[in-house]
């Protein structure tokens, strides 16, 4: 697994500057991110490289994410972080 994609790493990256999104990414994170399969893993920390604002966005519904692999991730992201 490259280092970008270690569960350490990625645990850092959901720590963003907006509490909304660190209550989606954390539970997400702690509780699928060792499931996912390595092209998800990937998936999943290219997501985490966009901005707030933008992600923001995506994931209360105010704009559809441009990249369709992304906005999956997205939906996947949302349907899990739930308790």
């Avoid at 645990?11 to 092209?39: I, N």
């Avoid at 441009?66 to 906005?71: R, S, T, V």
Wanted: with cysteine; aromatic share 10%.
């Amino acid at each position: 697994m490259s280092d970008l994609m270690s569960t350490p790493r990625v645990k850092w990256a959901c720590r963003r500057g907006m509490l909304e999104l660190d209550v989606l990414f954390q539970p997400f994170v702690e509780q699928h991110y060792e499931t996912l399969s390595p092209e998800d893993k990937a998936l999943f920390v290219r997501l985490l490289e966009c901005e707030d604002p933008e992600l923001f966005a995506w994931f209360m519904g105010h704009e559809q994410c441009p990249d369709p692999q992304l906005a999956q991730m997205v939906v996947r992201v949302r349907g899990r972080a739930a308790p």
